[in-house]
């Protein structure tokens, strides 16, 4: 079993900026998309941003577009999440994983290998 590390979180003030990294190794990991996503206590789940294999395909949600960056190391082991301009609705915890199936990029149930998650608070 190939499982995610994320590690970053942190709690700032409203504005702060925050890089979260998330490791792993493995085929599973390198050849296929990874995505960020984040979950604030009551809600559900919610999609942040995902990179292909590559690294050529990306997107975002537009709640982050133009604030956040995905990107990912030469060797695909680590991919990160720069969080600039961060605010109070950011605050969540926020969990990575790889593509394990056919469903949308933006769904949860398409991704396995969840790590526990690194917690981000944005005070305002």
């Known amino acids: 079993q190939v499982q995610s590390v994320e590690s970053g979180g942190g709690s700032v003030q409203a504005g702060g900026s925050l890089r979260l990294s998330c490791a792993a190794s493995g085929d599973t990991f390198s050849r296929n998309a990874v995505a960020w996503f984040r979950q604030a206590p009551g809600k559900e789940r919610e999609w942040v941003a995902t990179?292909?294999?590559?690294?050529?395909?990306?997107a975002y949600a537009d709640s982050v577009k133009g604030r956040f960056t995905i990107s990912q190391d030469n060797a695909r082991n680590t991919v990160f999440l720069q969080m600039n301009s961060l605010k109070p609705e950011d605050t969540a915890m926020y969990y990575c994983?790889?593509?394990?199936?056919?469903?949308?990029?933006?769904?949860?149930?398409?991704?396995?290998?969840w790590g526990q998650g690194t917690q981000v608070t944005v005070s305002s």
């Open positions: 990179i292909d294999s590559t690294g050529d395909n990306i």
């Open positions: 994983a790889a593509r394990s199936g056919r469903g949308g990029y933006r769904y949860p149930e398409s991704y396995s290998g």
